[in-house]
């Protein structure tokens, strides 16, 4: 079955938190366009802040690592769990045991699946918002432009 994802990752600084920033990182996109690809494949769009949250996207056969996504594929359905890390967790002040479940998706169905997290790097705190799209057997260039079948927001109050 064609399974195409694409993650939308939004990289951002305590300089673009609040107020201005936040009304900024609002109007990005939750989707882009899919690229002329044979499934599976995986398509990564990043926008960061220090380019202005202009989106560069690549490409990548196959399915995403099984350290990013769990996918199971049986009985024409396919399961979807993105992974996460239990120290985010615990830096976002979340219980691992409110995660919601996996999704369990049909043919020509479509996710979207949102979570977000507060890092540490060398140059202090920085933050990011993961959008994993999927598309399960339903892949048109614009698939994810429309609204899912099924949606799931993680994120939480950083």
């Not at 600084?13 to 609040?18: D, E, L, N, Q």
């Not at 169905?109 to 202090?124: F, M, P």
């Amino acid at each position: 079955m064609d399974i195409a994802v694409q993650w939308v990752r939004v990289y951002w600084t305590k300089a673009s938190r609040g107020g201005p920033g936040a009304v900024r990182r609002s109007v990005l996109p939750e989707a882009f366009p899919l690229p002329e690809a044979e499934p599976p494949f995986v398509h990564e769009v990043r926008m960061l802040e220090r380019n202005g949250f202009s989106p560069s996207a690549t490409v990548t056969s196959g399915h995403p690592p099984k350290s990013q996504v769990e996918m199971t594929e049986a009985d024409s359905c396919l399961r979807v769990l993105p992974v996460r890390d239990a120290p985010e967790w615990a830096s976002n002040g979340l219980d691992v045991a409110w995660r919601p479940a996996a999704v369990t998706m049909r043919p020509r169905q479509t996710l979207r699946w949102q979570i977000n997290h507060r890092l540490t790097a060398e140059g202090g705190w920085y933050y990011r918002l993961d959008t994993l799209n999927v598309s399960y057997g339903n892949r048109t260039t614009e698939v994810f432009i429309r609204p899912p079948t099924h949606r799931v927001d993680e994120r939480s109050l950083l």
